[in-house]
């Protein structure tokens, strides 16, 4: 038996390399060897969901929680109504609950999917924004260790004392907040409190998570400080408050799997609430509290929100319901690869049922020194996407100075 747990986990796609979906690999090998798969999930991926519905998959139902354990209470703090102050990022309503929690000999979980200690620094000075050598990334401070580093390519530098670009001095101002800053602000409003950060600049190795997870899990922390490192399995008998510092993070950007990871996400780190006998209570800050996941997690409407979701891949021909397929064509000489990618355009073979957009600058259009631009292939599920693209590949050969990448069924569109 092959048992893929949390099956919708957007880590299963790799995209470097050899590029291959696991869970779907998982499915494809239980064939080949007559065995049973599991995908397990309470937030299943509307691929498998729409198998599920269709009969191609048999579906089994978990309707309660282990135990007397109970569904925590979500709630929606809109931050136009309830601000934090300025310079802050936790509002007052979470404030007021995080104290009855401590109050209580509670513990809390402060949840931002965003390493470091804010996203941009830049220089008030010139206006500069940090980024890696040869890239579009910004830069990520992280003041634990004092460095600037590239969460994409993987450059490192000391932050500076005065902007590389214009020379000001003690002009670099740090922009947003990562889980350290969410941490400096929760030791400053409760002092007396003992907090953890849990990340992967924090937690080494597994060992490492094995060692933090089991000290929360025993008591020795009353504030967790959490990347999605400890928003999926873990189980904390004294947590009982979830509050999510930025709710509407995962909902920015075109991909078209936003919605239905923030759903997934948000209810998988309001779930590590209230998993014993006390109830939980999760609070999520939004700037959007009338947006669709936001109301279908307030009102834990987990198949409603699915339903609507379904519909309107559908409506638009979107996976489950359609195909999709990326064409990422990278190159260090702009020009030469504008050329290329126009003319790989024009030769895409007329087929019924396929339309082909693009080519456009990919949004992280300059990496490690390479252009790059994007092409997307959308097609109906009747359509063999592998013939067209072996067809498409086969009437122009790139220059040697271009990579052409093909990503059947893309995950990230960056």
């Known amino acids: ?26 499915v494809a090998r239980a064939k080949i060897e007559s065995c049973g798969v599991i995908l397990a999930s309470a937030t299943p991926s509307l691929e498998t969901l729409w198998n599920a519905q269709t009969g191609r998959y048999r579906w089994v139902r978990l309707s309660d929680r282990h135990g007397a354990a109970v569904m925590p209470k979500v709630e929606l703090i809109d931050l136009r109504a309830s601000p934090p102050e300025p310079g ?30 804010a996203p941009l620094v830049l220089c008030k000075a010139c206006g500069e924004r940090m980024k890696a050598p040869d890239s579009d990334s910004w830069l990520v401070e992280h003041r634990y260790s004092g460095r600037l580093i590239c969460h994409l390519t993987g450059f490192s530098m000391a932050k500076p004392d005065a902007c590389p670009y214009c020379g000001a001095k003690e002009s670099l101002i740090s922009i947003g ?11 400053a409003r409760f002092p007396g409190a003992r907090l953890a950060v849990f990340s992967s600049d924090t937690v080494a190795d597994a060992d490492a998570a094995r060692t933090m997870i089991e000290a929360m899990a025993a008591g020795a922390f009353d504030i967790m400080v959490a990347t999605q490192s400890a928003a999926k399995g873990h189980n904390f008998p004294g947590l009982t408050l979830v509050g999510v510092v930025d709710g509407d993070l995962g909902l920015r950007g075109g991909d078209l799997r936003a919605a239905e990871r923030t759903f997934q996400l948000l209810m998988q780190v309001s779930g590590r609430a209230g998993r014993h006998e006390r109830p939980g209570r999760a609070l ?17 409407d987990r198949d409603g929100f699915l339903a ?40 895409a073979p ?48 790139p220059p040697s100075s271009i990579r052409l990448t093909i990503d059947v069924d893309p995950y990230s569109f960056l």
């Open 308 to 347: 609507v979701e379904l519909a309107e891949r559908q409506a638009v021909g979107l996976p489950p319901f359609g195909r999709l397929a990326a064409i990422i064509l990278s190159g260090p000489d702009a020009s030469v690869l504008e050329t290329f990618a126009q003319a790989f355009a024009a030769a």
């Open 284 to 300: 999520i800050q939004t700037w959007t509290p009338e947006h669709a996941v936001m109301q279908a997690l307030a009102a834990g």
């Open 350 to 397: 007329n087929g019924q049922g396929v339309r082909v957009y693009g080519p456009a600058d990919a949004p992280l259009a300059f990496v490690r020194g390479q252009r790059r631009k994007r092409l997307l292939v959308q097609a109906e599920r009747s359509v063999d996407l592998q013939a067209f693209l072996a067809a498409w590949r086969s009437r122009l050969k």
């Open 1 to 26: 038996m092959i048992v893929v747990d949390e099956e919708h986990d957007g880590s299963y796609k790799q995209e470097d390399g050899f590029i291959y979906q696991a869970r779907d690999l998982a």
């Open 88 to 117: 802050r990022w936790l509002s007052p309503r979470l404030v007021a609950a995080m104290t009855e929690t401590l109050d209580r000999g509670e513990q809390s979980l402060l949840f931002l999917n965003r390493r470091g200690y």
């Open 177 to 187: 907040p990562g889980v350290e800053r969410v941490e400096e602000e929760a030791r």
